[in-house]
């Protein structure tokens, strides 16, 4: 089968969804499979890259680690059709997401969305943020699944949040994989020597972009009283990003700082070295759809302690594999990352967080999605635009078109009744609201 990837973050980018894409795509080529990528231009990519083609893109775009992809209509023509796709697979409903829908209406192939982000926590990157932005960034998600045959949720609590929201119900769970086998496989010596935490010390470890969307300065808090009650404990944090200033003036608030480490952005063998120089794995964020990271951290054999989120809740099965927080409580985080501190307690669910990461190894997830592209070619058939030419080419692209200005007139008035639902009084007919916010008689 050739598979076409369209994703707005690749490598050299760190982040779930880049690596998610590698994963899938290098699974899916070990199983025999053609896959292309189509990626914006980034610093430091890679020079040769064969199966990928990179369009022009404005780089960090507003402060963030992220580039903005340019789509120009008319610049993958050749690429697309000398590589003869079966299947375009949209990771994004915006921007190169855009061009896929076009490129599947375009040579009538079938589209599928993988719904990697829950884009309303991340308006904060936007001018003008807004609740009216997160509500745009919500809509967008929806109105773009119903121009998909086929939509993927990395965890069932999304694909329940989607079909909650009205999306496309065509949806099939299928995680982000993991190399269990690799990750299973490190020592954590290295990283321990060189921050000089003793061998037998406590260490407290999270790994992830340090950035707002991550609640990172409640993890902060909660670790930092954490180590001041466990006074031998260490905290080790893998990653990098605008957060790490106000994490670090939080441990020196609690008195700890001397005692947190910060690695900086890790790739390769130093990234699984540093999760087995961990003992257990805390984890905040509420802005995920599976948490990539905590499936790592439990293939390496830690507990995970986090906070109840969709997508988390999957993966955390409480007091089983670690524990899992029901609200943003500091007291509640620093209390279940003491108790980890015994040995004995965090060895039976070392064991459960092990079989809790084979059931998303890599192999297993690319061969799940490969059942969806299946599905979604046998109900498409194998008809394609590719070998025509001259009017039919024409009105094919007109059509694509023409169909992604439907798109977003649907989203323009999905955006506009859900203003008119938060402005009109409560009294008005049509609004459901309690009847205790009516006025009085």
Not at 47 to 64: C, K, L, P, T
Request: aromatic share 8%.
């Amino acid at each position: 089968m050739n598979i076409l990837m369209f994703t707005n973050t690749y490598a050299p980018i760190v982040g779930g969804v880049s690596e998610s894409v590698q994963r899938l795509k290098a699974q899916l080529q070990l199983a025999g499979h053609n896959v292309l990528v189509v990626a914006p231009r980034l610093e430091g990519q890679p020079r040769d890259e064969a199966d990928v083609v990179r369009v022009v893109a404005v780089q960090h775009f507003n402060g963030s680690d992220f580039s903005l992809p340019v789509p120009i209509p008319g610049q993958l023509v050749e690429a697309v059709e000398a590589f003869d796709p079966d299947v375009v697979h949209s990771h994004h409903p915006f921007l190169l997401g855009d061009t896929a829908a076009r490129v599947a209406d375009t040579y009538g192939l079938p589209l599928i969305f993988t719904h990697h982000t829950l884009y309303e926590h991340y308006t904060h990157y936007v001018p003008g943020d807004s609740p009216l932005m997160q509500r745009f960034a919500k809509a967008l998600a929806t109105e773009y699944s119903h121009m998909c045959d086929e939509v993927v949720a990395p965890s069932a609590s999304i694909r329940d949040l989607l079909l909650e929201r009205g999306a496309n119900a065509s949806i099939t769970v299928v995680a982000s994989g993991v190399d269990v086998a690799r990750f299973a496989a490190g020592s954590g010596k290295a990283w321990r020597e060189r921050f000089g935490i003793p061998r037998a010390a406590y260490v407290i470890g999270h790994l992830g972009r340090l950035a707002r969307e991550k609640n990172l300065l409640f993890l902060a808090e909660s670790v930092g009283c954490a180590l001041e009650r466990l006074p031998e404990a260490h905290f080790l944090i893998v990653g990098d990003g605008d957060a790490r200033a106000a994490m670090h003036a939080v441990a020196e608030k609690c008195g700890v700082a001397e005692r947190v480490h910060f690695t900086g952005n890790l790739q390769g063998q130093g990234l699984v070295d540093a999760y087995h120089a961990m003992d257990v794995f805390a984890f905040a964020s509420h802005s995920e759809t599976q948490g990539m990271v905590i499936a790592e951290a439990m293939a390496t054999g830690l507990p995970v302690v986090a906070v109840d989120a969709p997508g988390v809740r999957e993966m955390v099965a409480d007091e089983r594999n670690g524990f899992l927080l029901a609200n943003d409580d500091v007291e509640a985080m620093a209390e279940a990352l003491v108790l980890l501190n015994d040995v004995e307690r965090r060895r039976p669910m070392t064991a459960a967080a092990r079989r809790m990461a084979a059931d998303v190894d890599e192999a297993r997830c690319a061969e799940r999605c490969l059942s969806v592209y299946r599905r979604a070619v046998a109900v498409g058939g194998p008809y394609t635009h590719a070998d025509e030419g001259g009017w039919d080419r024409v009105r094919a692209r007109l059509g694509a078109e023409w169909r992604m200005l439907r798109h977003r007139g649907r989203l323009l008035k999905h955006i506009m009744q859900a203003e008119w639902d938060q402005e009109r009084p409560a009294w008005w007919p049509g609004r459901r609201e309690k009847a205790s916010e009516l006025p009085p008689k």
